[in-house]
T-cell receptor, first 115, second 115 residues
């Protein structure tokens, strides 16, 4: 149980393209999902908390107009990197909790490469 | 907000020896401390967690200790095996329902187990 599915696993695109990443909880409902970014050999940095039916909460320094988050259902959150540039290249990974007090379960991540 | 530090950043041990990774956290209100193992290019996987009302928890070769007073917690892996080689992240979470209800990760420890 507690499977989080993330798509796509790999994206390579040109600078200026907008890229959408999906995060789904397959066997549970998640009112809250989390989006992280991980640069090579670095830790997971929380970008934002995605709340079903309301606006996402962004961490300090994360541009909300750059990283659009939509959590329209209890099993799906999407992250759209708008007008992506090479510096946005990174490993983006989502997570969700089955219960509020339980551990986070991670998706497989999306490796984004902007040329 | 919460800040998590982790040492050492790299650790090499001989197969069969023990490995210890130490973390400190800054927010005394944090009450949940998970540990994740991440293999190269893959998702972080929860290996053990501990809550603030417990001082120690063990699961086969893995144990975690927590010192709330000192705001320290540690991961102990005994009888290490080559497949234990990975990056390990400690993390801390503040109480549910607060604006800080999110998991903050330490910088990670790259563990190498030498056969």
């Amino acid at each position: 149980g507690a499977v989080v599915s993330q798509h796509p696993s790999r994206v390579i695109c040109k600078s200026g393209t907008s890229v959408k990443i999906e995060c789904r909880s397959l066997d549970f409902q998640a009112t809250t999902m989390f989006w992280y970014r991980q640069f090579p050999k670095q830790s997971l940095m929380l970008m934002a908390t995605s709340n079903e039916g309301s606006k996402a909460t962004y961490e300090q320094g994360v541009e909300k107009d750059k990283f659009l988050i939509n959590h329209a259902s209890l099993t799906l959150s999407t992250l759209t990197v708008t007008s992506a540039h090479p510096e946005d290249s990174s490993f983006y990974i989502c997570s969700a909790r089955v219960t509020a007090s339980g551990p986070q379960h991670f998706g497989d991540g999306t490796r984004l490469s902007i040329l | 907000g919460e800040n998590v530090e982790q040492h050492p950043s790299t650790l090499s041990v001989q197969e069969g020896d023990s490995a210890v990774i130490k973390c400190t956290y800054s927010d005394s209100a944090s009450n949940y401390f998970p540990w994740y193992k991440q293999e190269l290019g893959k998702r972080p996987q929860l290996i053990i967690d501990i809550r603030s009302n417990v001082g120690e928890k063990k699961d086969q070769r893995i144990a975690v200790t927590l010192n709330k007073t000192a705001k320290h917690f540690s991961l102990h892996i005994t009888e290490t095996q080559p497949e234990d080689s990975a990056v390990y992240f400690c993390a801390a979470r503040s109480p549910l329902g607060t604006s800080y209800d999110k998991v903050i990760f330490g910088p990670g420890t790259s563990l190498s187990v030498i056969p």
